[in-house]
Nanobody, 116 residues
Framework: QVQLVESGGGLVQAGGSLRLSCAASGSIFSIRNMGWYRQAPGKQRELVAS???????SYTDSVKGRFTISRPDAKNTAYLQMNSLKPEDTAVYYCNLELVLGNGYWGQGTKVTVSS
């Protein structure tokens, strides 16, 4: 069993910053990828940022230059630093973990609300 616990969401004004954390625990042998997804009301869940075991990062175009994903020392915690937040960033943010063996896990989600 693998558990993902997210934290760091909240209410922030446009232009502000938040840092999301995702702590993974349990039967974790080898991580292939960790990522952050988000789902706004009435919209599909979308990939925001991901980081591979080798540290390669990728971002959706709308957050490039504003968000940074990290996984210090390749430990079982990933962060999403979100700067210059916009109202359109409002969503529930979910952490995702993919193991080398192919299993995938989701966190419970943390809500981010950006006011204009």
């Amino acid at each position: 069993q693998v558990q993902l616990v997210e934290s760091g969401g909240g209410l922030v004004q446009a232009g502000g910053s938040l840092r999301l954390s995702c702590a993974a625990s349990g039967s974790i042998f080898s991580i292939r990828n960790m990522g952050w997804y988000r789902q706004a009301p009435g919209k599909q869940r979308e990939l925001v940022a991901s980081i591979t075991s080798g540290g390669y990062t990728s971002y959706t175009d709308s957050v490039k230059g504003r968000f940074t994903i990290s996984r210090p020392d390749a430990k079982n915690t990933a962060y999403l630093q979100m700067n210059s937040l916009k109202p359109e960033d409002t969503a529930v943010y979910y952490c995702n973990l993919e193991l080398v063996l192919g299993n995938g896990y989701w966190g419970q989600g943390t809500k981010v609300t950006v006011s204009s």
